[in-house]
């Protein structure tokens, strides 16, 4: 069991950085791959980054490639996503979640745990 708490949402101008951080609880959060997910209104909720066990992998949407990284700190429990050069196409509730699957999932189903979420709001 995990719990995840997401942070760092806000409305930000096209161009724009903002920074999300997802804080963990429980003892074993270096057990759990992570991943971002976003969820535009009236939209499925699409896979947007993941990263391994260590950090030593990570993997991204065609869409925020080169844009986002996503980054872990397992000494403070902690899951990041910088986000630079926003456009108002990545409005939506940004969700972090945990997965126990060895194998790379870019789909819900691959993941056991989830946030609250927190808004991104992108204005043009």
């Known amino acids: 069991q995990v719990d995840l708490v997401e942070s760092g949402g806000g409305l930000v101008q096209a161009g724009g950085s903002l920074r999300l951080s997802c804080a963990a609880s429980?003892?074993?959060?270096?057990?759990?791959?992570m991943g971002w997910f976003r969820q535009a209104p009236g939209k499925e909720r699409e896979f947007v980054a993941r990263i391994s066990r260590t950090g030593g992998s990570t993997y991204y949407a065609d869409s925020v490639k080169g844009r986002f990284t996503i980054s872990r700190d397992n000494a403070k429990n902690t899951v990041s996503l910088q986000m630079n050069s926003l456009k108002p196409e990545d409005t939506a509730v940004y969700y972090c979640?945990?997965?126990?699957?060895?194998?790379?999932?870019?789909?819900?189903?691959?993941?056991?745990?989830w946030g609250q979420g927190t808004q991104v709001t992108v204005s043009s």
């Open positions: 429980g003892r074993t959060f270096s057990s759990y791959a």
């Open positions: 979640a945990a997965s126990t699957s060895l194998v790379v999932s870019y789909t819900r189903a691959g993941y056991m745990y």
